[in-house]
């Protein structure tokens, strides 16, 4: 007979959302990144995972000792339980800690839920202040609520690609998954409302978040644009929409962008560049001035900012106080003195893959939980007993035959 320990491990960790537990269901990249930034504030997330290979992201190369580095990415500070929901004692197990939690979150299809009798009308019955936020593409109403969607399609559908690239070349996708990204972060602020919302009245709700209109939520001012004028604004390189100059600008070794977005840091640059002329120059006096006459304006820029290399460029504008910076690589980023020094970069001992270097979170509370502990991404069911155990109060016998059955899984060794 197979020997189950109780093995409880009580968290240290601290912060704004100690105290709150999230059931989270999803997988790949919306959900998890939005169970990621409560996880970072301090809430106890319990990762729920089919057997197998569990979530799907653990199979994407490129691999740091057999863990994928997409699952590392976003996973930090949760625990895994893996778990067949399908079955009987799966689903059981299942509505149990949702009993425990404070949080649903799921991004399967609309119906999937309903299907599996985990939609919210059936778990306020068990839990009435539980709080559901499902995430999907389109959405829980409307004729498109049953259809597939990635980040990719999502791009498409927004309108977001079609501002993307250059005018003279094809609509581009973002370099950053941001429909998958932007819908985690939507679901954040939308959790932490409900939250807030439970401790004044006590009540639960549901949260309907469509990946589709949190991007489209994400145009702001070129929204604006189309509703105001009824033409929806174009592709413009790297180049702003309407202030000039915005954009990427070509130096003698390469490329910095400037920022000149109000009429302080134009005069400034301009000071700084020895044409004052500009300053006074009817063209080119306001923002609008400046748009209209941007083919005339670009051409006088481009031929004064070959002059100098990057470094020549930085050390000028740095001292008359204009926006600007060279296009760093990804490592060139990461690397940079104001990430090192600023603590974002964090590390964490995994015991497969060992130390790993993940981002952290960019929102910094002063205290101890600023330098709490990180736990690194849990292995494929690494916390099953333990919540078994803890949460749904079985026994080890009673683990123990879950575990012959098939029905949950530990991580293998």
């Given at each position: 007979?197979?020997?189950?320990?109780?093995?409880?491990?009580?968290?240290?960790?601290?912060?704004?959302?100690?105290?709150?537990?999230?059931?989270?269901?999803?997988?790949?990249?919306?959900?998890?990144?939005?169970?990621?930034?409560?996880?970072?504030?301090?809430?106890?997330?319990?990762?729920?995972?089919?057997?197998?290979?569990?979530?799907?992201?653990?199979?994407?190369?490129?691999?740091?000792?057999?863990?994928?580095?997409?699952?590392?990415?976003?996973?930090?500070?949760?625990?895994?339980?893996?778990?067949?929901?399908?079955?009987?004692?799966?689903?059981?197990?299942?509505?149990?800690?949702?009993?425990?939690?404070?949080?649903?979150?799921?991004?399967?299809?609309?119906?999937?839920?309903?299907?599996?009798?985990?939609?919210?009308?059936?778990?306020?019955?068990?839990?009435?202040?539980?709080?559901?936020?499902?995430?999907?593409?389109?959405?829980?109403?409307?004729?498109?609520?049953?259809?597939?969607?990635?980040?990719?399609?999502?791009?498409?559908?927004?309108?977001?690609?079609?501002?993307?690239?250059?005018?003279?070349?094809?609509?581009?996708?973002?370099?950053?998954?941001?429909?998958?990204?932007?819908?985690?972060?939507?679901?954040?602020?939308?959790?932490?409302?409900?939250?807030?919302?439970?401790?004044?009245?006590?009540?639960?709700?549901?949260?309907?978040?469509?990946?589709?209109?949190?991007?489209?939520?994400?145009?702001?001012?070129?929204?604006?644009?189309?509703?105001?004028?009824?033409?929806?604004?174009?592709?413009?390189?790297?180049?702003?929409?309407?202030?000039?100059?915005?954009?990427?600008?070509?130096?003698?070794?390469?490329?910095?962008?400037?920022?000149?977005?109000?009429?302080?840091?134009?005069?400034?640059?301009?000071?700084?560049?020895?044409?004052?002329?500009?300053?006074?120059?009817?063209?080119?006096?306001t923002v609008k001035d400046r748009h209209i006459n941007r083919t005339a304006l670009e051409k006088i820029l481009d031929r004064i900012m070959l002059t100098?290399?990057?470094?020549?460029?930085?050390?000028?504008?740095?001292?008359?106080?204009?926006?600007?910076?060279?296009?760093?690589?990804?490592?060139?980023?990461?690397?940079?003195?104001?990430?090192?020094?600023?603590?974002?970069?964090?590390?964490?001992?995994?015991?497969?893959?060992?130390?790993?270097?993940?981002?952290?979170?960019?929102?910094?509370?002063?205290?101890?939980?600023?330098?709490?502990?990180?736990?690194?991404?849990?292995?494929?069911?690494?916390?099953?007993?333990?919540?078994?155990?803890?949460?749904?109060?079985?026994?080890?016998?009673?683990?123990?035959?879950?575990?012959?059955?098939?029905?949950?899984?530990?991580?293998?060794?």
């Amino acid at each position: 007979m197979t020997t189950i320990k109780k093995t409880i491990k009580k968290s240290k960790r601290s912060g704004p959302l100690s105290g709150v537990r999230i059931l989270d269901l999803s997988r790949v990249l919306a959900g998890p990144f939005c169970s990621m930034i409560l996880a970072d504030l301090g809430a106890e997330i319990i990762k729920v995972e089919e057997l197998g290979v569990g979530d799907q992201t653990r199979t994407i190369p490129p691999f740091l000792k057999g863990e994928s580095h997409y699952f590392l990415s976003i996973n930090r500070n949760k625990k895994s339980i893996a778990l067949d929901s399908r079955t009987r004692e799966g689903k059981k197990i299942l509505l149990t800690l949702v009993k425990q939690c404070d949080v649903v979150l799921e991004n399967f299809r609309p119906d999937v839920m309903k299907r599996l009798g985990l939609d919210y009308e059936t778990l306020k019955k068990i839990k009435p202040d539980i709080i559901h936020c499902s995430i999907s593409g389109f959405g829980a109403k409307g004729a498109m609520k049953d259809k597939p969607s990635f980040d990719l399609v999502t791009q498409a559908l927004s309108g977001v690609m079609s501002i993307n690239g250059y005018p003279d070349g094809p609509p581009t996708k973002l370099g950053l998954p941001l429909g998958d990204i932007g819908g985690g972060l939507w679901a954040a602020i939308g959790i932490l409302a409900a939250l807030n919302e439970k401790n004044i009245t006590g009540k639960g709700t549901q949260i309907d978040l469509s990946l589709l209109e949190g991007l489209m939520g994400l145009l702001g001012y070129l929204a604006e644009i189309f509703l105001v004028t009824g033409k929806s604004p174009g592709r413009m390189g790297n180049n702003h929409h309407n202030i000039v100059p915005y954009g990427l600008m070509k130096v003698k070794d390469g490329h910095i962008v400037l920022a000149l977005h109000v009429g302080s840091f134009w005069r400034n640059f301009c000071k700084a560049i020895s044409r004052d002329d500009l300053i006074t120059d009817a063209r080119f006096k306001t923002v609008k001035d400046r748009h209209i006459n941007r083919t005339a304006l670009e051409k006088i820029l481009d031929r004064i900012m070959l002059t100098r290399t990057i470094k020549e460029w930085q050390k000028i504008l740095n001292k008359a106080d204009v926006p600007h910076g060279p296009v760093n690589t990804v490592g060139q980023a990461i690397n940079q003195p104001i990430i090192k020094k600023s603590g974002f970069l964090k590390e964490t001992l995994h015991p497969t893959a060992g130390k790993v270097k993940v981002l952290g979170s960019p929102l910094h509370f002063p205290g101890t939980f600023e330098n709490s502990t990180i736990a690194p991404p849990p292995r494929l069911g690494e916390h099953t007993i333990e919540i078994l155990s803890s949460l749904a109060k079985l026994k080890p016998a009673a683990i123990a035959q879950l575990l012959r059955l098939g029905i949950i899984a530990t991580p293998k060794p």
